[in-house]
């Protein structure tokens, strides 16, 4: 269906709204209906504001003037709409070209393109937040305008970078998007590289138009982290299924194993042993049974040995690394850190450095976990280049 449509004649569902005059010589005017769904929802289910934004201009929907000559020199989606009809017999009574958009588009955000492609940089915000901007690429994606307010956009997306999301979710999807669309490097390989971390299985595209091959790109490099993750999980556990790690004092290979097993039965993955595309598993939820699974042990086998609670700790190194805190798993991306040393366990509530109480084939098992940290240091953001 197009984008737009030229009317041949006035209807009454184009009257009333707000008129925002961009042109005062306009010749043609650009009609936004009114819209009552929310733009790029998390959940299409939910009619939750947080899941999308519902504008109150876009209740009544706005009328844009503006110049058919700027519209057509700056996109060919209006050249070719314009020109296919003869203006005779598309003017309408009040001497103007009708274009009506068949999508519901933020009304701001649309005059705020047609200001850019008018040339009425005075008139241009000097920020916008997230859900603006996505609204803005979104309406000049829509009809090939992304030139005319590219250099606007990357000023906007530079002030935006202290509030850039560090997990999943619906920012980080409007993120991918507009960096996409309006080939910002640097935030797309840093919002790919996030997604590929904390998602289970294909990003949502929220109803926009994000390419497939996005979408897939990021997707192979989740695939390839869980993968390597599990194998590292899997690894541990057939070694302490073939009596690889034993303990003779207190029978924490039992303990491990019975404890793996249950985790792993409990999700799903003990039997059959999941393969790609891994649909449902993240790695960061991996990390998480792990810590927990670490932080269970390294309590038990402290108080069997000396009565005592003991902690596990793994410490992130590099680069935007993901941080597992033992106690309760939380998982943040970091800036750049001091190297750590991954899989430290501390029995008997000791600082770091100190002898561990307690050593085993089991332990030394639990401090491999460790591994699973540094895998995520290894992703790398999708390049522009190739998508």
Known sequence: MDSIWVLLIPLPCTKGGQVYDVDPEADTVIIVPPGTEPFAPWDPKSDQIQNGSKNALSQS???????SRHLTLASGIFRRKLNHFSRNTSVQPDGRIHLYTSQRFDPRAAAI??????????????????????QIAFFADTFGLLEAVSVYVELW????????PEIYNRDLILWIYISHVFRLDEPFK????????????????????????VVAAIDVRRQELVARSLSTVYGILDSLSGGAATCDESHCDSLLLGTLIKL???KGILWPRPAKPFTGVSYTAIIDDMARLSQHLGGRAAKAVNGVNGTTKHHANGTNGVHVNGVNGVHKPLTKTSK??????????????KPAVHHCGAMRLVAGFGQLDALADEVEGVELETV
Do not use: C, W
Not at 190 to 213: C, E, F, K, V, W
């Open 61 to 67: 929907g706005v009328r844009i003037n503006v110049s």
């Open 113 to 134: 393109v047609m200001n850019a492609v008018h040339a009425k940089g005075f008139k241009m915000p000097k920020a916008v937040d997230l859900e603006t901007l996505a």
């Open 157 to 164: 997306a530079l002030k935006l970078q202290g509030q850039f």
């Open 190 to 213: 840093a919002a790919t590289r996030i997604a590929a971390i904390y998602s289970d299985g294909p990003i949502r595209n929220l109803g926009l138009p994000l390419q497939h091959g």
């Open 264 to 266: 792993l039965s409990k």
């Open 340 to 353: 750590g040393q991954g899989g430290e366990v501390h029995l008997s509530g000791t600082h770091p450095g």
